[in-house]
């Protein structure tokens, strides 16, 4: 775990998480939501997000893939933002959320963008690991589960957005984990990044 192979170096995969510490990372709001254990991140605890600041591409991605390892449990909310920046407290301002939810209350399901384009089936059970893809190449973002295909959206010139997310925009920017709630619990572990271009 939490290592790449020979070819997935060469193919320019690159590690955001040592499967042993926080390094490179910086929690929100409540630190204490996140911990490392058996070489992964776990989320459980007040809500706070955990973002990557370190030397990878200067934490300031745009066209990239993004993979990594997930394991809920049962009603656990949390999301993978991406195009986001640091802030102390509060939801994330800035960039898209890939939802990670396969039985929390709310409606919205892992690998959708929420609050834009939302997915309403449950691909991955809860208890079992599964392989979050998400790979921004310009205006366009794909998710998958494991090998398929969740969410397929194209920003548009002048993108509608409801109010409070009104910054929900493709820039560039880092990656945060979200944790949600304190009855939530998460587990990512293997997370890599490719540079697009």
Do not use: C
């Not at 999301?79 to 939802?99: A, D, K, N």
């Not at 690998?111 to 384009?117: P, Y």
């Not at 809860?126 to 194209?154: C, M, N, S």
């Not at 880092?174 to 944790?179: K, S």
């Amino acid at each position: 775990m939490n290592t790449l192979s020979p070819d997935e170096k060469a193919a320019g995969w690159q590690l955001l998480f040592d499967g042993q510490s926080l390094a490179d990372w910086r929690a929100s709001d409540a630190p204490g939501s996140f911990s490392v254990k058996d070489g992964a991140i776990v989320v459980r605890g007040p809500r706070s997000h955990l973002f990557y600041l370190g030397p990878v591409a200067n934490h300031d991605f745009k066209d990239f893939e993004l993979k990594l390892d997930v394991l809920t449990f049962p009603k656990a909310n949390s999301g993978v933002y991406f195009h986001t920046r640091w802030q102390e407290i509060g939801w994330p301002s800035q960039g898209y959320e890939v939802q990670v939810n396969n039985s929390h209350r709310d409606p919205s399901r892992t690998g959708g963008l929420w609050g834009i384009q939302d997915y309403p089936k449950v691909v991955a059970p809860d208890g079992q690991w599964f392989t979050l893809t998400t790979r921004v190449d310009g205006k366009h973002v794909q998710t998958w589960i494991d090998q398929q295909l969740v969410a397929d959206y194209t920003e548009e010139a002048i993108p509608a957005r409801p109010k409070g997310l009104e910054q929900r925009l493709l820039a560039s920017g880092t990656f945060a984990l979200q944790g949600h709630d304190p009855e939530s619990e998460v587990h990512f572990r293997n997370i890599r990044v490719r540079l697009l271009r």
